[in-house]
Structures are given as C-alpha cells and as structure tokens.
C-alpha cells in the first residue's frame, strides 16, 4: 500500500503546493519596483524642464558634501541612488515617490527632519565642518514644486 494515496497523504500534498504558490507570489510583488509617476507624458516634460530650471542646480551643486554628489557616489548606501544625469534621475524620484508631499522618505521631509540621523544633509564626521543646509527660499522652491507636481498626478 502507498501511504501518499491516503487521504492524509493528498491533504499534505495540498497545503504543499498551496504553500509553494503563496510563496511565489510574495516573491514575485517584491520584485515588482513601486510607481508613484500618474503623470501625462506633456506634464512629465514641463515639470522636468522647471525642475531642470529650479531645482537641479541646487541639488548637484557642493559636489560630494551635496545631495547629488554624494548620492551618485558609489560609497554611499542609500535607496536614493542617483546618476548625476538629469533626465535618468528626474523620472527615477517621480517614480519612486521622492516628490510625495508628507512623506517622511520625501526629498523635502528628509531635508527638513529634525532627527539628526536622519536630517539631509547629514552631519559631517569633523564637528568644525558644516554641510550647507538649504536655505528658507531654496526649500521654499522645493515645496511648491511637490504640490505643483501631485496636483498633475492623475487620481
Ligand atoms: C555625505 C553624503 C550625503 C549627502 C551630502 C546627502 N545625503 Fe541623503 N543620504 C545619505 C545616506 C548615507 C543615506 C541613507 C541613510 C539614511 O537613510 O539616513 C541618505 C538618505 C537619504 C534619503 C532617504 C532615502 C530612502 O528612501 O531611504 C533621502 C530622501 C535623501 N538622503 C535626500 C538627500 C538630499 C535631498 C540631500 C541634499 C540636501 C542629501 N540627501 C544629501 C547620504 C547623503
């Protein structure tokens, strides 16, 4: 007699493959990369050439003691993971919701966190050297762009 032609043996064979298909499909949602970009294609290129305007000089500027700079370098460890190339990294913070307005992971929340493990620039390692911090005017800038760009995004 084959016990796996038992009904206990096809209940174990069941719960089996059913645990098998779950775990495919766990597997196959976090590969899946998440898309925060609802916007038109006409809109995605106005609102690049704005932040190309506005924004992106501040960002690249200070080389590696500035956002850019520091996050296109290869040492450093961050899910922001930037090139330096504009139109690879513009489409690249939409789609993956660096612009959300009050998202504590947004470029802006980041910048203005009072957590000093968490607050962008972060501290430099010699105490007597200061990162620059965006100014009122700059971070000013930053906001308005994040409500101008979700309020283009398709609900
Ligand atoms: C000297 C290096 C350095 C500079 C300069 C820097 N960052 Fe970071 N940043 C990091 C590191 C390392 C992390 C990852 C650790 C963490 O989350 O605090 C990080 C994390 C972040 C995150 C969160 C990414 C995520 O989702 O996990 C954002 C957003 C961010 N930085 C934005 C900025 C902005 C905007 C600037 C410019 C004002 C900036 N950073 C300047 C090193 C830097």
């Known amino acids: 007699m084959n ?16 645990t098998l298909l779950i775990f495919s499909q766990l597997e196959s949602k976090a590969q899946q990369e998440p898309n925060f970009d609802r916007l038109s294609a006409e809109d995605r ?3 690049q050439k704005r932040f190309a305007k506005e924004l992106w000089p501040l960002l690249t500027r200070h080389e590696r003691d500035g956002c850019v700079g520091c996050h296109a370098g290869a040492k450093t460890v961050s899910a922001l993971r ?6 690879k990294d513009f489409p690249m913070l939409i789609k993956q919701g660096f612009f959300i307005p009050d998202d504590a992971g947004s470029l802006l929340a980041r910048m203005l966190d009072k957590d000093p493990k968490r ?3 972060p501290p430099a390692k010699d105490p007597k050297f200061k990162r ?6 700059e971070l000013a800038l930053l906001r308005a762009f994040v409500v101008d760009l979700d309020k283009k995004q398709k609900k």
């Open 3 to 18: 016990r796996w032609r038992g009904p206990f043996g096809w209940g174990l064979f069941v719960v089996g493959i059913s």
């Open 45 to 47: 290129q106005a609102l």
């Open 82 to 87: 930037m090139t330096g190339d504009i139109d």
């Open 119 to 121: 607050i962008m620039p």
């Open 132 to 137: 620059p911090h965006w100014t009122e005017k």
